[in-house]
């Protein structure tokens, strides 16, 4: 099994590299950085098993409520449990850690926007030893004043087009790719390609 997680907050999505015979105890060690607009408190992982001549196989997949804490200012490294064939919350297990800073913006947009790092490490399938855990680097950021650009509507028309182009994607999943592309088709075509490669 070759490996690799798709990982889903607010409208980001963003996807680890394949850990090539990985099988069951992947690592992939990767962090994303995202803003988190309020009201923003889940993340929707999946694993895929990335195949060659067919498509890639949805092996596990959780949805976590981001603990308060961290939007306190805590960094919270836990293991969080999968769901897949096997059951509800019995697929085994992936390592995230969470943490959060609240970024400055600039003076006229009056709007401090949230920041959440997270890093994907280990899953683990049920009944195995416990793994070492992995070393992780957090970023460290310095002041960061940023401008608040607002992209052109998405129109249900502009979903429609893409869902004829891509009818095996779901329709949250084009829109978050569109609004993460800022309403740029061709760039939303590119990463839509991107996630269903075969």
């Known amino acids: 099994m070759d490996p690799y997680a798709r990982i889903r907050i607010g409208h980001y999505v963003f996807e680890t590299d394949t850990d090539t015979n990985g099988a069951t105890n992947p690592r992939w060690d990767k962090t994303f950085t995202c803003f988190v607009p309020p009201g923003i408190n889940s993340v929707y992982v999946e694993v895929f098993d990335e195949r060659t001549f067919a498509m890639d196989e949805r092996v596990a997949w959780g949805h976590f409520t981001i603990p308060q804490r961290v939007f306190e200012g805590d960094a919270l490294d836990d293991w969080w449990q999968l769901s897949g064939k096997q059951g509800e919350q019995k697929e085994g297990m992936i390592e995230i850690v969470f943490s959060y800073e609240r970024i ?88 839509l390609l991107s996630l269903t490669e075969v």
């Open 104 to 191: 400055q913006m600039a003076p006229y947009s009056g709007v401090p926007r949230q920041q959440v790092i997270m890093n994907p490490g280990y899953i683990v399938q049920p009944g195995m030893g416990p793994i070492q855990q992995m070393p992780y680097a957090m970023p460290t950021a310095g002041p960061n004043v940023i401008q608040q650009i607002t992209p052109p509507p998405i129109t249900d028309e502009d979903i429609k087009q893409m869902k004829e182009m891509f009818p095996n994607v779901d329709d949250e999943v084009i829109r978050s790719v569109l609004e993460e592309k800022h309403n740029n088709k061709t760039a939303a075509i590119n990463g």
